[in-house]
């Protein structure tokens, strides 16, 4: 009952951080991309692992943009962030 809680809870709260503007969405953003394996993981333990695959495709469906940057990062390349 509560990863289910915990898994609900980031749902509203990640779709709370997509309204605000987005200068005020780097901090919390960063927090839900951080937690979002943790829950991922416990999705995949404690309920099945086809779940774990369907959270994490929303995960990487909602998040494609700055998992895209990191990955560019991570290459070696300098990729333009958007206008503030």
Do not use: C, D, K
């Amino acid at each position: 009952m509560t990863l289910l809680l915990l898994s609900v809870a980031w749902v509203m709260v990640a779709a709370i951080v997509a309204m605000l503007p987005m200068r005020r969405q780097y901090v919390p953003g960063i927090a839900l991309l951080i937690a979002a394996p943790f829950l991922i993981a416990a999705i995949w333990m404690q309920v099945a692992w086809w779940a774990g695959l369907l959270a994490l495709a929303a995960f990487a469906s909602m998040f494609r943009n700055p998992l895209l940057y990191f990955f560019a990062r991570l290459r070696g390349q300098h990729p333009e962030l958007p206008e503030q």
